[in-house]
């Protein structure tokens, strides 16, 4: 069965620290998606990256980075000089694929989220 | 401007009376998806839809109803609320799933 794991419940740091939210899935399929979804305190949710299993290049975009990693089943995501904008509940998930419509199957399981907290 | 919307924003009910939360996206997308959002247990996925008429079950179907007979609506149907539904719901497309999924505000909906 699919399982999305983000160990860390609520991490706090303060403005320009480094920091790393972890996420661990597990699936018997070789073909899958994982993706990022940030929630902020308002409550919107907002897409962040989406990343195939054939495809472990690491992401960066501006402050955000991803290391996918299929040998430890990982795909974390750093944010690099946090800042208190990127307070947040961060969301990891994870679907399977369907090659009939080229893509994911639809079924998408997501972590219970991190909630990251950046202090001025 | 690109959007999904979802009606109503907040909703309080009562056991047993029959609701439908709205969900509608102007972007043409072929993929839309509900989600209820319920503290220490994140997001779980109850319906989705690869197309009109195409739905199947996510992981908390049980006390739901949804229909695609339009590409751009896919409401969410509650035939008997119970107060353990009581929850934040959210909408979601994409042009295909595994696109850039855009989300509606969400709907907080109230069992008593």
């Not at chain 1, 699919?2 to 320009?16: F, R, Y």
């Not at chain 1, 054939?54 to 402050?63: A, C, P, T, Y």
């Not at chain 1, 947040?88 to 994870?94: D, H, M, P, R």
């Not at chain 1, 639809?106 to 972590?111: K, Q």
Request: charged share 20%; net charge neutral.
């Amino acid at each position: 069965a699919q399982k999305v794991t983000q160990a860390q419940t609520e991490i706090s740091v303060v403005e320009k620290e480094d920091v790393t939210l972890d996420c661990v899935y597990e699936t018997r399929d070789t073909t899958y998606y994982l993706f990022w979804y940030k929630q902020p305190p308002s409550g919107e949710l907002v897409f962040l990256i989406r990343r195939n299993s054939f495809d472990e290049q690491n992401e960066i975009s501006g402050r955000y980075s991803w290391n996918f990693q299929k040998s430890t089943s990982s795909f974390n995501f750093t944010i690099t000089a946090s800042q208190v904008v990127d307070s947040a509940v961060y969301f990891c998930a994870l679907s399977e694929a369907n090659m009939n419509y080229g893509g994911s199957q639809g079924n998408l399981i997501f972590g219970k989220g991190t909630k990251l907290s950046v202090k001025p | 401007e690109a959007q999904v919307t979802q009606n109503p924003r907040y909703l309080i009910t009562v056991t047993g009376k029959k609701l439908t939360v709205t969900c509608s996206q102007n972007m043409n997308h072929e993929y839309m998806s509900w989600y209820r959002q319920d503290p220490g247990l994140g997001l779980r996925q109850i319906y989705y839809s690869m197309n009109v008429e195409v739905t199947d079950k996510g992981d908390v179907p049980e006390g739901y109803k949804v229909s695609r007979k339009e590409k751009r609506n896919f409401p969410l149907i509650l035939e008997s609320p119970s107060p353990n539904q009581t929850s934040l719901y959210f909408c979601a497309s994409s042009l295909i799933f595994g696109g850039t999924e855009n989300f509606g505000p969400g709907t907080r909906l109230t069992v008593t």
